[in-house]
């Protein structure tokens, strides 16, 4: 691509598009040019466009697909529509960001990688974590060997919903339940710092009435009898937080895990230094979630990847994606919490 602004299109008008795109419109508009939207319902469309000043509202993700001033689609829509709309548009020759889980089992994960593959078109997993400052700097802090040999790793992310919990986390017909909701963070933290596959994995918990997991923890086994132990509720109030142990001090970095802005290295024999990195300003202060102008990081990694003709960032490429959808169908089967799209994949072999 060239130095023009990226045109992207915004496949869903739900609340995690609605923060994409006020992440997108704060940063400079000779980049980012948000041109489009689709949403099921065009009313819906319509309404989130004109919140959003976008040009043109589509009352399908078809008509998006079709829409060919549209460089790249960000998807957000329910985890169970991913495969499906992400397929559609990299089959249609656009660029795809996708919310995670990039795909509910391995089976759709390596589907969709092999599609952008074959068509040279660049596809992320939106995993927003990678690309914020501490993330980079608790990389680059394990690989200077301050801490000595990482040996261990915690992680959690945890949030009480009890009966408040909203039918994208409890309902088993769009694929919700702890572990494709948020445990992917603490999981991605244990990949990000290892580097590697696991060889081993145990992984318990339980199923609620809906047949959806509400709480997992997971252990993974790396070489060297390393260790990674993480764990995703709706029912606990914990810190969310990620410690990183090696054999001459740690790093922990502070809630939200998900989206952090602190970071803490505690170095034997020194004094415990703390690192900060203030969000970026954002141009609207009505974001539905946390820390969610730190999606403009995101945002920044995918336009330098298309700047510099990538079809993957290095930040999150398709293997470290596959890894992950390998680790969390493990621990749904390990739970016991199957879906129908197993069953389709399982039969497709």
Known sequence: MDGKALRWGICSAGKISFDFVVALQSLPASEHQVEAVAAQRLESAQSFAKDHNIPRAYGSYEELSKDADIDIVYIGVINS??????????????????EKPLCLNVGETKSLLDIAK???????????????????KVKETID?????????????????????????????????????????????????????????????????E?????????????????????NA????????????????????????????????????????????????PSKRNDQKYANASGMQYEATEVRNCL?????????ITAQMTLELAEIMQTARQQMGYTLPQDEKWNNSK
């Open 81 to 98: 529509l991913h495969y499906e709309a992400a397929k559609m548009m990299l089959e249609a020759g656009k660029h795809v960001l996708c």
């Open 118 to 136: 074959s068509k040279k078109l660049f596809l992320m997993e939106a995993i927003w974590s990678r690309a914020f400052p501490v993330y980079k």
């Open 144 to 208: 200077s060997g301050i801490i000595g040999e990482v040996r261990h790793v915690r992680a959690s992310f945890t949030a009480y919903l009890g009966d408040k919990m909203a039918e994208r986390c409890s309902k088993k017909e769009i694929a919700g339940g702890a572990i494709l909701d948020i445990g992917i963070y603490p999981i991605q933290f244990a990949q990000l710092v290892f580097g590697e596959k696991p060889i081993s994995q145990m992984s318990s918990g339980y199923l609620i």
């Open 210 to 230: 809906t047949g959806v997991d509400g709480e997992t923890h997971i252990t993974l086994g790396y070489s060297g009898n390393r260790r990674a132990i993480l």
């Open 233 to 280: 509720s709706y029912f606990i109030n914990g810190p969310s937080e990620g410690i990183v142990c090696g054999t001459k001090g740690y790093i922990r970095v502070l809630p939200p895990l998900w989206c952090p802005e602190k970071m803490v290295l505690h170095v034997d024999g020194k004094e415990e230094q703390e690192f900060y990195y203030k969000l970026p």
């Open 307 to 315: 700047m510099k003709g990538l079809t993957e960032s290095p930040l």
